[in-house]
Structures are given as C-alpha cells and as structure tokens.
C-alpha cells in the first residue's frame, strides 16, 4: 500500500556549530511509510558509516520484505504483527552488518550508532529504537517524548537518583546503554500506537533535544505543524542558536488521512482503483 | 602524574604525587596521606585516580570535606581545585601537558555496555560486602567514573579526520566519541596511526545560557486592533490569519527575523515585499500582512 498521500514528511541534518562533519543519518520514503533516523559514534569517520548503514540498510530492505508482506498482518507461530517481526529482524540485520564491519576493518573498531524507526501502517505505527534518539508525538496542543532514552540518565531518573529536573544539568549526558553495532546481539524496543490524522510525529538526535526545550518544540511544531519544511528548518536553527554542540537532526512526518490497510478481496479492489 | 600539595596557612608542607589508583587521607597512620590533627577523622577521605582523572570521595568525615570552600561528597576534581580538611590545605595539581576532562569531553554519544557496568557492579559488591543500597550507587558511580575515564583516554583516539594533523592546541582534548566498553583494546593501534588534533572544546557550560538579547515588540497601526501592542517573548510568534496570509516572527541570537509561511503573496517590509527567505527586522521597520499594518521596535 502506497502511503504517499496519506504521510507528509520532511527532514534535515545539520552538522551543527561545533563540529565539523555529521555523525548523524536519516532516511524517509513515503511510499512505504518508513522513516529512520541514527546518530553514528566511532572515530574517524567511523560515526556516519555506523548510522550510514543502519539508514540505508533498514530502508532498502523494509522496502523489499513490505512488496511481499503486508504489516498489518498477525503471524500466527508468533501472534505478532508482521510490523513488529519486520522491524526487529531489519534492526538486528544492521546490527550484525555494523557489528561485522567494525570487527573485521580496524579503521571502525568500535563504531556503533543509535536508532530511532517508525513504520506507518493501518492507521498505526510500528516504533522501534535503540539509544538516546527520540520520537516525540504532537496531537492536538500536547508533545509527549514517546520513545524512552536507553542512557545512563534515564535509567537513574527511573531508580529515583535524579529528578527529571536535575538531569536537564546533569553530566554525562552522552552515555547510551543500548546502540546498534557494539554487541553481536542487541534487544531493540519496539512499541505500536495508533495514529490519528493531523498528529505531527518527530524524530531526532540528541543534538535536538539537549539544545532546544521540549516547551520551544511543541510551539514550533504547532505554529508551523502545516509547513513541514519550515517546522524542520526551524527546529535546526533553534538548536543552532543554542549552541548548536551536536549533529542536528530531524524527521517529522505529518498524518494528512487515515491509512486503513486493504481488508478482503473487495477492500483490495477498491485500493487497486486508487 | 597529578599531585597535592599539603600546607597549612600558606606554608607548604609535602608535595603527594597521585601514583596509585587509592589515595586515602585521614589521621590514622594507615592512610596514604596522614594528617595528624584532631579536626581530621581517621579516616577522612579518599582520591581514585583513573588515567589522568581523579575523584575525592569523603569518607563520612566528622568535620566534611570542603573544595573551593564547598562541602562535598563527592568531587571531580579539577586543576587547582583546593580541598580543606580542619586547618589543612591540599592543592591538586593536574599532571602538566594533560587536558583535564571537561564537561564538553563528555558530551559526545559512547555507549555504556551493560556488561562492563556488571563487572564494576561485582567488583563493588566484592569491595563492600552487604553494602547494598550504598554498593549499587558506588557501583554506579565507578561505572560513570570509568566510561568517563575511557572517554577521555578515548579522545586521543576518536579523532576527527578532517582536522589538520597539527601540534595539539590546548583545546585539543575531546571529540570522544567511542563505546567506552570496546575502547581500550581497539585503542592503541588506532592512536598510533591518527595523531591529529580533535575537534574544538566549546567553551560553555553544559546547559547554554540564552544570551541576553534586547526585547522586540510590534504595535498595531491600521484595522480594528489598531494601537494594540505585542512583545516578541517566545522563539517564535505568529502572525496573519490563517488561509488568506501567515507570517512568522523568529527571535534569534542575531536579532528578529519575518519568514512567509503562507497565502499567495509575501508580507511586505517597509513597501517591499520580502519574497520567500527570512528577512532580519530593524527598528521601526513597518510591516504590512493580510492587510495590516504594524511597526516593529526594540524595547529599551
């Protein structure tokens, strides 16, 4: 099923103030209702080869298996959607790629990368995600963070140690517990919730949210949620005039309709027409 | 080597090179550093030091640990930092040509591998038998404390390839950016072949203080709100009526911005339309937008 015209989606990646090349990647294609956004790490250039492959593989590959699988699907050895098995199985295919690549070349040794990828599908979306990149959810006047950082931090604001509000100051910030490419085996979270038209979804790096307030976000999103291009540049420049310290980074993908997938063979018919 | 030097009112007493991994300080003879004053507990505090960093720790001291005239419990400690215990001094002193790790050392991404986590998790546990709640937190600040130790031995290493492959500047301490589990193998040889300088250490603290900038304001001059008066407080402000002309007041570092964001024709600035880019405003600059009329002015 063909989501051009149900998902508006943008993106931008900015290498920032500080430094002086992108670790970060992302990659979105309409049709299949996919995005992906990473934030490499490793010396040399190790970092964007790391979130480099993690984009390029899930995309090409997600875009193969959804030409013959429909994700809406329930798979009955595993009564899971095939959403969820595509995605895990895509996210450890990258992992294994990554992983392999940094063990077998000494100029990656080491690299990894964290992982942020939704899949839009029957009126939902599949969210998949390692480390500390983001999804955040505009629906009507609320921003809420959905994807929950793997990070040092995040794990001491949930045993009690910090306050939400002391972690904003806090040091080592940069600490991820999960990435892709550091272990031959990795455990992504993978979580679906339904979607609703005119809901504004963003992925983003870290180089987003440590430099620009949630509260700066949400104003962005919902005075310029109808501009995609100018939300995205928007939320760049932001983060540069803060400081601008990390790769920028961000995604938004605007529901403009439902998206039900194709039930039955009249269903199917009536989708064919369109 | 970093070392402390002890004094008391301002006469030096002994010079303490950190050599081992565990300096202690306190009034027993057992310690490392012995001081024998009675303001000091026996066992008052201790330093690990970890490659180039090191770290004070009191030891539930009588009388507390101060640095730079702050109790602490714990403290990296910095170049210079003075840590007084009763009429005693000690001054740490860096190892000379080492960078202290910064806060902007740590800011890259690096993964902390649970099992490496695990294995400081034992050796506290190990070290601090039924400890519990007290041995989980140390576990976790040694797991801190060593990520960070591997970032900073990892800056050496997570080079940036563009930069020049110059003498080390000063600032050449960061661009940390490898999984602190898998660095110290992969590290050696990689260093031997990089031997650039790393990417610039922004000066700021952690969380960036917006710098102040003057305030912008816009006053109604024509239609029915007309004399009505609005302050630019937010990032970004709105303006027009949605459908027919819609513009967006930015406020920057650099000063105010008006970018189109819809209708069919541009606002105009002072009798010229703006076009498509964002247009920086000046004072008293008169803008015209579906209709209206209304001047920009910096507040005082």
Known sequence: ?274 | MAKLILSMDGLVLKEIPLGKERTTIGRKPSNDIQIDNLAVSGEHAVIVTIMNDSFLEDLGSTNGTIVNGNPVKKHFLQNNDVIELGKYKLKFLAEPGVQPATAADFEKTMVLRPSAMKAVAEQARAAAPGGGQQAAEQARAAAVQQAASAASAAGTVAKDSKAPAAAPSPAAAPAAKAPAGAAPASAAPAAASSGGAAAPAPAQPAAAPKPAQPLGAIQILSGSNAGKALELVKPLTTLGKPGVQVAVLTRRPQGYFITHVEGAKQPSVNGESIGTAPHALKDHDVIELAGVKMEFFVKG
């Open chain 1, 1 to 274: 099923m063909n989501l051009t015209d149900a998902l508006e989606i943008s993106s931008c990646t900015d290498p920032g103030i500080v430094r002086s090349h992108n670790e970060d990647s992302v990659a979105a294609d309409a049709s299949t209702g996919l995005v992906v956004l990473a934030d490499g790490m490793g010396g040399y250039n190790a970092g964007e080869v790391a979130s480099g492959m993690a984009t390029t593989v899930i995309k090409a590959e997600v875009a193969q298996i959804l030409g013959n699988v429909e994700p809406h699907l329930v798979d009955e050895k595993t009564n899971k959607v095939f959403a969820e098995l595509i995605l895990r199985e895509q996210i450890r295919k990258a992992n294994a790629s990554i992983y392999q690549a940094a063990q077998s070349q000494s100029q990656y040794a080491g690299m990894g990368t964290t992982l942020v990828v939704c899949l839009f599908y029957d009126n939902r979306v599949m969210v998949g995600h390692l480390g500390d990149s983001r999804l955040y959810r505009l629906r009507g006047k609320t921003l809420k963070q959905i994807t929950r950082d793997h990070s040092l931090l995040q794990e001491q604001i949930d045993a009690g140690l910090l306050t939400p509000e002391q972690a904003k100051t806090a040091a080592h910030k940069n600490l991820v517990t999960r990435a892709l490419g550091i272990d031959p085996g990795i455990e992504p979270e993978l979580h679906e919730y339904s979607t609703q038209p005119d809901d504004i979804y963003l992925l983003c790096s870290d180089g987003l949210c440590d430099m620009v307030s949630d509260e700066d976000i949400a104003l962005t999103l919902k005075a310029l949620g109808r501009h995609l291009n100018l939300a995205t540049q928007q939320l760049v420049q932001m983060a540069n005039d803060n400081g601008g310290r990390d790769n920028v980074s961000v995604i938004l993908v605007r529901i403009l309709r439902e998206y039900p997938a194709a039930r039955g063979v009249v269903g199917k018919f009536f989708a064919w027409l369109k």
